[in-house]
């Protein structure tokens, strides 16, 4: 028995273990993962006891409710608050690197080939005040490491908070330009978009997008369908996080959909921040039945206690998705990867080859 329930819905059912088996073993793309909200229970505990970090729990289970959204706990701000501990790790040159290196290792061993990790500099650098650069090189240098380990290309998107002031978000756009060859390929817009709209971002990004990086927004989770508008319209975004709330005005689904702007959804944390009732209401089938792109992620495997394996199993057995939708998702995260097109079609061999091998996966025509 499967028990995803325990982590989002509570809801159980019977998985064949040849259909999860297929599934973990089935090649991944996972373009909305943050490093953040990807480190392991074990890692908090030792990087606290070296650098004298004050827990409220040094066990794995105890330390588990202040690190994971717990049944019941289905809130926006809850799912935030998480982060405040999270956060308080980066004490060292040692620790950002194992944790990027380790968030890398843990989506190699979940099959994921192609990884986009967005990170915040502000929140890496706050605790011992280290420089933006600083820490961006620390993750270049733990990113290159593990792909060399492990089966898996990764690039970088450094995020920007809506609540920062133009000087931060300026900074760390000319770090993402300065560390392109090192693996950063976008930027991100990212935090409460109740309170913080994006206009004052527009020049930053548009400019940004104009030089070369890819620009991917969170908008249409907690605030509505026009946010999601005015991230593309304004912000220049190729891509929207998480942007679930989109099916409630057709326009800006007519919209996006001209425009082929691609949606990074993340079906349990979509749940566990309350942006869904419950899984089962998750608007994903409807997102393409409209024929918009959609890709399937991860957001943060530590808060959620999810894989991408897990992801696509919610995707299959609660809402309902053939295999050859699971395919299509990937194939749709190719087109939308911020990677240079002979990488794309090198991507896009690499899968086709494993469902031409695995005919039981899906039709023996993908469909893109």
Same mark, same amino acid.
């Given at each position: 028995?499967?028990?995803?329930?325990?982590?989002?819905?509570?809801?159980? &059912?019977?998985?064949?273990?040849?259909?999860?088996?297929?599934?973990?073993?089935?090649?991944?793309?996972?373009?909305?993962?943050?490093?953040?909200?990807?480190?392991?229970?074990?890692?908090?505990?030792?990087?606290?006891?070296?650098?004298?970090?004050? =827990?409220?729990?040094?066990?794995?289970?105890?330390?588990?409710?202040?690190?994971?959204?717990?049944?019941?706990?289905?809130?926006?701000?809850?799912?935030?608050?998480?982060?405040?501990?999270?956060?308080?790790?980066?004490?060292?040159?040692?620790?950002?690197?194992?944790?990027?290196?380790?968030?890398?290792?843990?989506?190699?061993?979940?099959?994921?080939?192609?990884?986009?990790?967005?990170?915040?500099?502000?929140? =890496?650098?706050?605790?011992?005040?280290?420089?933006?650069?600083? #820490?961006?090189? &620390?993750?270049?240098?733990?990113?290159?490491?593990?792909?060399?380990?492990?089966?898996?290309? #990764?690039?970088?998107?450094?995020?920007?908070?809506?609540?920062?002031?133009?000087?931060?978000?300026?900074?760390?756009?000319?770090?993402?330009?300065?560390?392109?060859?090192? @693996?950063?390929? @976008?930027?991100?817009?990212?935090?409460?978009?109740?309170?913080?709209?994006?206009?004052?971002?527009?020049?930053?990004?548009?400019?940004?997008?104009?030089?070369?990086?890819?620009?991917?927004?969170?908008?249409?989770?907690?605030?509505?369908?026009?946010?999601?508008?005015?991230?593309?319209?304004?912000?220049?975004?190729?891509?929207? @996080?998480?942007?679930?709330?989109?099916?409630?005005?057709?326009?800006?689904?007519?919209?996006?959909?001209?425009?082929?702007?691609?949606?990074?959804?993340?079906?349990?944390?979509?749940?566990?921040?309350?942006? #869904?009732?419950?899984?089962?209401?998750?608007?994903?089938?409807?997102?393409?039945? *409209?024929? *918009?792109?959609?890709?399937?992620?991860?957001?943060?495997?530590?808060?959620?206690?999810?894989?991408?394996?897990?992801?696509?199993?919610?995707?299959?057995?609660?809402?309902?998705?053939?295999?050859?939708?699971?395919?299509?998702?990937?194939?749709?995260?190719?087109?939308?990867?911020?990677?240079?097109?002979?990488?794309?079609?090198?991507?896009?061999?690499?899968?086709?080859? &494993?469902?031409?091998?695995?005919?039981?996966?899906?039709?023996?025509?993908?469909?893109?």
């Amino acid at each position: 028995m499967l028990e995803v329930g325990d982590r989002a819905t509570q809801i159980q &059912w019977n998985v064949k273990a040849d259909q999860r088996a297929l599934l973990k073993q089935m090649p991944k793309i996972d373009l909305h993962r943050h490093l953040e909200g990807s480190l392991r229970l074990q890692t908090l505990a030792e990087i606290a006891i070296e650098h004298g970090i004050d =827990l409220p729990a040094y066990s794995i289970e105890e330390l588990r409710p202040y690190v994971q959204v717990l049944p019941g706990e289905q809130d926006f701000h809850t799912f935030l608050a998480k982060f405040r501990l999270l956060r308080k790790f980066y004490r060292s040159q040692e620790a950002v690197e194992r944790v990027a290196y380790e968030a890398v290792a843990d989506a190699a061993a979940d099959n994921v080939r192609y990884l986009e990790l967005r990170f915040n500099p502000v929140a =890496l650098s706050r605790a011992q005040g280290f420089g933006f650069s600083q #820490v961006t090189g &620390w993750v270049c240098q733990a990113i290159a490491r593990a792909q060399g380990d492990h089966s898996i290309r #990764v690039r970088l998107i450094l995020q920007i908070g809506r609540d920062e002031s133009l000087d931060t978000a300026a900074q760390i756009i000319q770090v993402a330009h300065a560390y392109r060859e090192q @693996g950063v390929v @976008g930027i991100d817009l990212a935090g409460d978009e109740i309170n913080y709209p994006p206009h004052r971002f527009a020049e930053l990004f548009s400019r940004a997008r104009e030089d070369g990086l890819g620009i991917t927004v969170h908008a249409g989770e907690a605030g509505g369908a026009q946010n999601v508008r005015t991230a593309v319209e304004l912000l220049k975004a190729q891509r929207i @996080g998480h942007g679930v709330r989109v099916v409630e005005d057709s326009t800006v689904v007519h919209f996006v959909r001209q425009q082929q702007v691609a949606f990074e959804i993340c079906p349990t944390s979509n749940f566990q921040t309350g942006v #869904v009732r419950s899984l089962t209401h998750h608007p994903l089938p409807d997102m393409l039945a *409209l024929k *918009l792109p959609v890709t399937i992620n991860t957001d943060d495997p530590s808060i959620s206690d999810t894989t991408l394996t897990d992801e696509y199993l919610v995707a299959t057995e609660v809402l309902g998705l053939s295999m050859e939708q699971i395919e299509k998702a990937n194939l749709t995260a190719i087109d939308a990867a911020f990677l240079p097109e002979e990488e794309k079609d090198e991507l896009r061999k690499q899968f086709e080859q &494993w469902y031409k091998e695995q005919p039981q996966a899906a039709p023996p025509h993908p469909t893109r």
